[in-house]
Antibody
Framework: QVQLVQSGAEVKKPGASVKVSCKAS????????IHWVRQAPGQGLEWVGI????????NYARRFQGRVTMTRDTSTNTVYMDLISLTYEDTAVYYC??????????????????????????WGRGTLVTVSS | ETTLTQSPAFLSATPGDKVSISCKAS??????VNWYQQKPGEAALFIIQ???TLVPGISPRFSGSGYGTDFTLTINNIESDDAAYYFC?????????FGQGTTVEIK
């Protein structure tokens, strides 16, 4: 079955870190990029970053630079998102979503036009991260 | 960064209604908009790509229109199963951005 299965809910204190996993199954892991997207309570979706499971290349949204790290384990077809120095504003549901990979780079800069279409064609169910003292 | 303004935030419909959701971009993004449906506790479902193309397997009651800065998702003959949160995504320029979402309730 083609799916992305995410790890369970987490409760963390301010200043702590959290590591959320996204395990892919039913397709070739290295043929799809993985995005991370989050949704804070009452807010819209916000793109966090992207990883290429094939070569571990990443690109992060500006506001998360320095706090987020995305990694992958090709032996278990799992992608991880590590977020450090948590604040109450990081309380959100974090989603992973896949996109077909291509020969194009993912190291875009803000404002760059994409040179391909993007799909976000398969999503995980989300992981609730609650930051609370 | 392209801002997507989605409206309405909430709409209530009766089975059989035709409903429309708007997604307006802060700059010209050609047809680089996708639409998604998300039900509580479920993974989001990809329903419309490139503004107007129905994703295979999705009910033809869903349709998309628009180009440039104004986009619309239309649901014809709405059914109770269509109750969900709908959002748009732009993939014209980096970073990817999303509309604020629309919750559709079926009376």
């Amino acid at each position: 079955q083609v799916q992305l299965v995410q790890s369970g809910a987490e409760v963390k204190k301010p200043g702590a870190s959290v590591k959320v996993s996204c395990k892919a199954s039913g397709y070739t892991f290295t043929s799809y990029y993985i995005h991370w997207v989050r949704q804070a309570p009452g807010q819209g979706l916000e793109w966090v970053g992207i990883i290429n499971p094939s070569d571990a290349t990443t690109n992060y949204a500006r506001r998360f630079q320095g706090r987020v790290t995305m990694t992958r384990d090709t032996s278990t077809n799992t992608v991880y998102m590590d977020l450090i120095s948590l604040t109450y504003e990081d309380t959100a549901v974090y989603y992973c979503a896949r996109d077909p990979s291509s020969s194009h780079r993912i190291t875009y800069a803000y404002g760059d036009s994409f040179n391909r279409d993007w799909f976000f064609d398969l999503w995980g169910r989300g992981t609730l991260v609650t930051v609370s003292s | 960064e392209t801002t997507l303004t989605q409206s309405p935030a909430f709409l209530s419909a009766t089975p059989g209604d035709k409903v429309s959701i708007s997604c307006k971009a802060s700059q010209d993004i050609d047809d680089d908009v996708n639409w998604y449906q998300q039900k509580p506790g479920e993974a989001a479902l990809f329903i419309i790509q490139e503004a107007t193309t129905l994703v295979p397997g999705i009910s033809p009651r869903f349709s998309g229109s628009g180009y440039g800065t104004d986009f619309t998702l239309t649901i014809n003959n709405i059914e109770s199963d269509d109750a969900a949160y709908y959002f748009c995504l732009q993939h014209d320029n980096f970073p990817w951005t999303f509309g604020q979402g629309t919750t559709v309730e079926i009376k």
